[in-house]
Nanobody, 124 residues
Framework: QVQLVESGGGLVQAGGSLRLSCAAS????????MAWFRQAPGKERQFVGF????????YYEESVKGRFTISRDNAKNTVYLQMNSLKPEDTAVYYC?????????????????WGQGTQVTVSS
């Protein structure tokens, strides 16, 4: 079965950086699209960005463009979210998700598998 395990969250000051990891197991992910979402307290889960595993192409939500970068390591079956110039409004639980159809979408209902989430807190 597919398992996604996030790590790397923590507390950071505004302007700082964090790198989140999502270790994927249970399948061959070359045809998948992998995404990051986030959920702040009292808010809906929001799309952050995705990467098409085979092509490596990425797409980002407007507010994180130029600050966040998604990449993947084929050998480690791991997807990363590098977050720079962090802002207090980036504070949320960050989730990794996998879409077996591989289309690439911002719609969270299209994603089949989810990790447990990792907390990111940015202090001002």
């Amino acid at each position: 079965q597919v398992q996604l395990v996030e790590s790397g969250g923590g507390l950071v000051q505004a302007g700082g950086s964090l790198r989140l990891s999502c270790a994927a197991s249970g399948r061959t992910f070359s045809s998948y699209t992998m995404a990051w979402f986030r959920q702040a307290p009292g808010k809906e889960r929001q799309f952050v960005g995705f990467i098409r595993w085979s092509a490596g192409t990425t797409y980002y939500e407007e507010s994180v463009k130029g600050r966040f970068t998604i990449s993947r390591d084929n050998a480690k079956n791991t997807v990363y979210l590098q977050m720079n110039s962090l802002k207090p409004e980036d504070t949320a639980v960050y989730y990794c998700a996998a879409d077996s159809r591989g289309y690439g979408t911002t719609d969270r209902s299209r994603y089949d598998y989810w990790g447990q989430g990792t907390q990111v807190t940015v202090s001002s």
